[in-house]
Protein backbone atom coordinates (compact mmCIF):
# COMPACT_ATOMS: atom_id res chain seq x y z
CA UNK A 1 0.00 0.00 0.00
CA UNK A 2 2.52 2.30 0.54
CA UNK A 3 4.02 2.86 -2.70
CA UNK A 4 0.75 3.50 -3.86
CA UNK A 5 0.52 6.89 -1.56
CA UNK A 6 0.28 10.15 -3.39
CA UNK A 7 -0.29 13.89 -2.64
CA UNK A 8 -3.84 14.22 -2.33
CA UNK A 9 -4.87 11.18 -1.07
CA UNK A 10 -7.38 10.69 2.18
CA UNK A 11 -5.71 8.05 4.82
CA UNK A 12 -6.99 7.86 8.44
CA UNK A 13 -4.06 6.42 10.95
CA UNK A 14 -4.73 3.24 12.11
CA UNK A 15 -3.79 3.66 16.11
CA UNK A 16 -4.90 7.15 16.00
CA UNK A 17 -8.52 7.30 15.09
CA UNK A 18 -9.30 10.45 16.82
CA UNK A 19 -6.85 12.52 14.78
CA UNK A 20 -9.96 12.17 12.28
CA UNK A 21 -9.53 12.30 8.39
CA UNK A 22 -6.04 13.13 7.01
CA UNK A 23 -4.68 14.34 3.50
CA UNK A 24 -1.19 13.20 2.42
CA UNK A 25 0.72 16.59 1.43
CA UNK A 26 3.97 14.89 0.23
CA UNK A 27 5.96 11.93 0.32
CA UNK A 28 10.14 12.11 0.23
CA UNK A 29 12.07 9.39 1.21
CA UNK A 30 9.74 7.32 3.28
CA UNK A 31 8.55 10.41 5.47
CA UNK A 32 4.59 10.97 4.91
CA UNK A 33 3.16 14.51 5.58
CA UNK A 34 -0.30 14.07 6.73
CA UNK A 35 -2.76 17.01 7.25
CA UNK A 36 -5.18 16.13 9.51
CA UNK A 37 -8.47 17.41 10.44
CA UNK A 38 -8.00 16.85 14.55
CA UNK A 39 -4.37 17.05 14.83
CA UNK A 40 -2.65 19.08 11.76
CA UNK A 41 0.08 18.16 10.07
CA UNK A 42 2.20 14.80 11.18
CA UNK A 43 5.43 13.23 9.41
CA UNK A 44 4.83 9.73 9.31
CA UNK A 45 7.79 6.87 8.89
CA UNK A 46 5.53 4.98 6.55
CA UNK A 47 7.71 1.86 6.84
CA UNK A 48 5.71 1.54 10.83
CA UNK A 49 2.72 2.86 10.10
CA UNK A 50 0.50 1.73 7.48
CA UNK A 51 -2.42 4.19 6.63
CA UNK A 52 -5.54 3.20 5.72
CA UNK A 53 -7.22 4.99 2.57
CA UNK A 54 -9.97 6.42 2.84
CA UNK A 55 -12.66 6.94 -0.27
CA UNK A 56 -15.22 9.55 1.79
CA UNK A 57 -15.60 13.33 0.07
CA UNK A 58 -13.89 14.81 2.84
CA UNK A 59 -13.70 15.74 5.94
CA UNK A 60 -16.72 15.38 8.20
CA UNK A 61 -18.39 18.78 9.04
Known amino acids: MRS ?7 VR ?3 QGE ?3 GQV ?10 NF ?3 GKVVLDIRHVDLILD ?3 GPSP
Open 19 to 21: WGL
Open 55 to 57: FST
Open 4 to 10: FLEPGML
Open 37 to 39: EHK
Open 13 to 15: HPT
Open 25 to 34: QSLINGKCTV
